[in-house]
């Protein structure tokens, strides 16, 4: 696809998903692999691998692990790296905005690398005003917000990326990784990123506003599958 289709494509979408839903209209078909389309509803949002440095123990089990990983204490000086707000909805196929979904989100610090033992955890260059990883639960407007850093490259992965892992009673539960869309050359030079097709692409890459002197804004909305 050339360049400017693919944009037109992008805006055409990104019209399309304008307000609360990544909603895609029905009778658009079907995409058998990611950003399923469903002749019921909008999109699901895609699955990818889970990567080899979820938290541990758990996020839940961690003692800093609220919504602003820009550092761990409010007194706290900031972790390195750009500012970013991601923030979105947790809904279901039919755009049902779901209430106490929990989000889970783990990240690479700035410089690249997890908080995890097989990362690198006693890096000297480990950030460590970074909380690395955060966990919100929704309330009934089906929102959640986090306030996090660009993640760094590391090696074997050219795309900047965020993992997910997102449960809510009644749905599957769904992992996945959000990527940013300014960084479009080196995500195309990604494994994972480029074994998604264009719809999968569309449906995990951020716009992020980029205000001088403040954080970024991005919006990514969450469709989960009923269990
Ligand atoms: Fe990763």
């Known amino acids: 696809m050339t360049n400017k ?10 019209i399309l998903t304008a307000g609360s839903a990544l909603a895609i209209p029905v009778g658009w078909g079907c995409s058998t692999d990611s950003g399923i389309v469903t002749p019921s509803g909008i999109a699901l949002t895609p699955s990818q691998t889970e990567g080899p440095f979820y938290p541990t123990p758990s996020i839940e089990q961690q003692m800093f692990n609220d919504t602003d990983l820009t550092r761990k204490l409010p007194t706290d ?24 979904a929990v989000v889970e989100i ?3 610090s700035s410089m690249g690398l997890y908080n995890h033992p097989n990362d690198n955890a006693n890096n000297p260059s480990l950030d460590q005003h ?36 997102v449960d809510a009673p009644g749905y599957r539960r769904l992992t996945t990784q959000s990527y940013f869309a300014n960084y479009g050359a080196r995500n195309a030079m990604d494994g994972l990123y480029s074994s ?25 909305n969450i469709v989960l599958a009923e269990a």
């Open 5 to 14: 289709k693919y944009l037109d494509r992008r805006r055409f979408l990104k």
């Open 77 to 100: 000086v900031l972790a390195q790296g750009q500012l970013i707000v991601l923030d979105g909805v947790v809904q279901d196929r039919n755009e049902q905005l779901l209430e106490n």
């Open 106 to 108: 783990w990240q690479a």
């Open 130 to 165: 970074f909380q690395f990883w955060g966990r919100a639960i929704t309330g009934v407007d089906g929102k959640y917000s986090f306030s996090t850093i660009v993640p760094g490259e590391y090696d074997g992965r050219t795309a900047r990326h965020i993992h997910f892992r």
């Open 196 to 220: 998604l097709n264009s719809e999968g692409r569309d449906l995990l890459t951020v716009e992020f506003s980029q205000p001088a002197n403040e954080p970024w804004a991005g919006v990514f």
